[in-house]
């Protein structure tokens, strides 16, 4: 079958291609197809195909998705797509994340140990199992949170979002010794109360990280350091 991929252009403008698709072709697969046969020019990211390394998320048809992991047969035609906001674009399709990283907490590990496999032998040079977190970055949580994208490209207000968020729950997850460092650092409306709890950052995370959850989780951390001591009961 056929489908139409209509490009919008976040300066304005748009482009309409015609492509063949099968039922498992996905937007990223449409776009490879745009690019080989009818624009050498058309900018978008991506790197792995298969949902593991975030760079690849578009809007389609108002929704924020992974391209890679996306059926065409599964969007209403034409499939509008257009740059994730509320990032500067670079070109068509292709975001500049670098804000999505520079809001992560400083010297935050990438990895950690995963579960021991009593059956499993791991490589000589891999000193023990490890695993990447779960969060790939892809920044959808990031483009529908309402505080920072509900405005386009200028968040309503300064807020460090819910993916810097639910990095730093990780964080003080594994290293518990940071936490009052760590918690310090966004106790303050532009960390964990700048949250509106519209939940959407949850509901579109392809990885279930679950980043509304993980500033509640950070909010009540801080408020049982401010709580004060209960008196001890007397007999
Ligand atoms: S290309 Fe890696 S997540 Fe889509």
Redesign the pocket.
């Known amino acids: 079958m056929t489908a139409t991929i209509r490009i919008v252009r976040a300066g304005g403008g748009q482009s309409e291609f015609t492509v063949q698709v099968g039922e498992f072709t996905t937007l990223?697969d449409a776009l490879e197809q745009i690019r080989g046969e009818q624009d050498e020019g058309l900018l978008y990211?991506?790197?792995?195909?298969?949902?593991?390394?975030?760079?690849?998320?578009v809007i389609a048809n108002g929704k924020r998705v992974?391209?890679?992991?996306t059926r065409v047969s599964e969007l209403a035609q034409p499939v509008e797509l257009r740059p994730l906001t509320p990032y500067s674009v670079i070109g068509d399709l292709a975001i500049d994340p670098a804000p999505l990283y520079s809001k992560f907490p400083d010297d935050a590990s990438i990895l950690r140990p995963s579960e021991a496999q009593p059956d499993a032998i791991p490589p000589a040079e891999i000193p023990g199992f490890t695993r990447f977190e779960n969060c790939?970055e892809?920044g959808l949580c990031e483009s529908v949170c309402p505080v920072l994208s509900a405005g386009g490209v200028t968040p309503s207000r300064p807020f460090m979002g819910p993916a810097a968020l639910a990095a730093y729950s990780r964080e003080i997850e594994k290293h518990p010794e940071r936490a009052d460092e760590l918690l310090n650092e966004i106790d303050s409306p532009e960390g964990v109360w700048g949250c509106d709890r519209a939940l959407q950052c949850s509901l579109v995370c392809?990885v279930e990280v679950y980043p509304a959850k993980q500033i509640a989780v950070l909010q009540r951390k801080i408020e049982a350091r401010k709580a004060p001591e209960q008196e001890p009961r007397r007999h």
């Not at 990211?45 to 998320?57: D, I, K, L, Y």
């Not at 992974?66 to 992991?69: A, E, G, I, Q």
């Open positions: 990223l990211r991506h790197s792995c195909h298969h949902g593991s390394c975030g760079t690849c998320g992974l391209s890679c992991v790939i892809c392809p």
